[in-house]
């Protein structure tokens, strides 16, 4: 038996371990049952006009398997949307709660909903409206039977074990996880989607170890990976509700930078 499931959705291929795969495999190592959703087909992830649509799309997802295979994650679920045209709409939210039910994950990895990154980007659409999809199945449409009834008539009844929402991106988060152990099985991962990195493997080693790097020295881990976590609030229960895991929330620590400045002794 596992000690704890774990739900990571994402909006394409590669998603994962570029953003959370080191993190991912600690949780595999640990016992964890680890499911990973893509949304999209990776279908537009190219500027070759022969390979895109169909042929990459099949790439894709055969490069995620593996990556997957890679990092522990016992299972794929590929909803094979197409690329570069998601919407926030009632249909996402549906099609990612019933993954939420299916699985009844007590951690749920999910994207950032941010539209611009640290005033450096703008964050992909894809990613904005897959990321806001998935946040709002915690409240309702994973957690309460009268959203999406015909859920129900599925079998999938609503999941109320939740424990931790873990939200990624390109962004730096307040709490860190040591990834050091397995930042060697991330950059691999990564490698298997050599239809977006290319062959170039040290270089994009080397600068996955260098990003991994500083967002480990800001915890003293020698690598990390930086999110923001949730734990409390409407679609999160307690322990009574767990259905027998082995399982114990142990935050990550906080970057210092992240606490709220104290006022001196004298201030009012």
Same mark, same amino acid.
């Given at each position: 038996? #596992?000690?704890?499931r774990a739900l990571v959705v994402t ?6 371990? /570029? ?20 949304? $999209?087909?990776g279908a537009t992830g190219t500027q070759?006009?022969? @390979? ?7 790439? &894709? ?5 593996? *990556? *997957?295979?890679? @990092?522990?994650?016992? $299972? ?27 699985? &009844? ?7 950032? !909903? $941010? !539209?611009?990154?640290?005033?450096? /980007?703008?964050?992909?659409? =894809? ?6 999809? #998935? ?7 994973? %957690? ?6 015909? @859920? ?5 009844? !609503? ?12 962004? %730096? ?32 080693? +080397?600068?996955i170890r260098t990003r991994a790097r +500083? ?15 949730? $734990? ?6 307690? =322990? ?9 929330? %142990? ?6 930078? #992240?606490?709220?400045?104290? &006022? #001196?002794?004298?201030?009012?």
């Amino acid at each position: 038996m #596992s000690r704890y499931r774990a739900l990571v959705v994402t909006a394409h291929p590669d998603d994962v371990e /570029f953003g959370c795969g080191g993190t991912i495999a600690a949780w595999a190592d640990e016992g964890a049952d680890v499911t990973v959703c893509i949304v $999209t087909d990776g279908a537009t992830g190219t500027q070759d006009r022969e @390979l895109m649509g169909e042929p990459l799309a099949k790439i &894709r997802e055969q490069e995620s398997r593996r *990556a *997957a295979k890679v @990092l522990g994650a016992a $299972t794929v679920e590929w909803l094979g949307k197409p690329d570069g045209y998601i919407e926030y709409s009632l249909d996402l939210r549906r099609d990612i709660a019933r993954a939420f039910r299916r699985y &009844r994950p007590h951690r749920y990895v999910v994207m950032d !909903p $941010t !539209p611009t990154i640290e005033d450096r /980007f703008v964050n992909h659409p =894809d990613h904005r409206a897959v990321a806001l999809a #998935s946040l709002d199945v915690t409240l309702t449409a994973g %957690t309460t039977p009268g959203h999406f009834p015909e @859920l129900l008539d599925e079998g999938l009844e !609503p999941w109320r074990g939740l424990r931790e929402l873990w939200i990624f991106g390109p962004a %730096t988060g307040p709490r860190v996880a040591d990834v050091t152990a397995t930042i060697e099985r991330k950059i691999e991962a990564l490698i298997c989607h050599a239809s977006q990195v290319g062959d170039d493997f040290e270089t994009i080693a +080397d600068w996955i170890r260098t990003r991994a790097r +500083d967002e480990g020295a800001r915890a003293g881990f020698e690598y990390g990976e930086s999110f923001h976590i949730i $734990t409390q609030g409407p679609g999160f229960h307690g =322990d009574d509700e767990l259905d027998g895991v082995d399982f114990a929330f %142990t935050p990550p620590p906080v970057d210092p930078r #992240s606490a709220p400045a104290r &006022r #001196s002794e004298g201030a009012k």
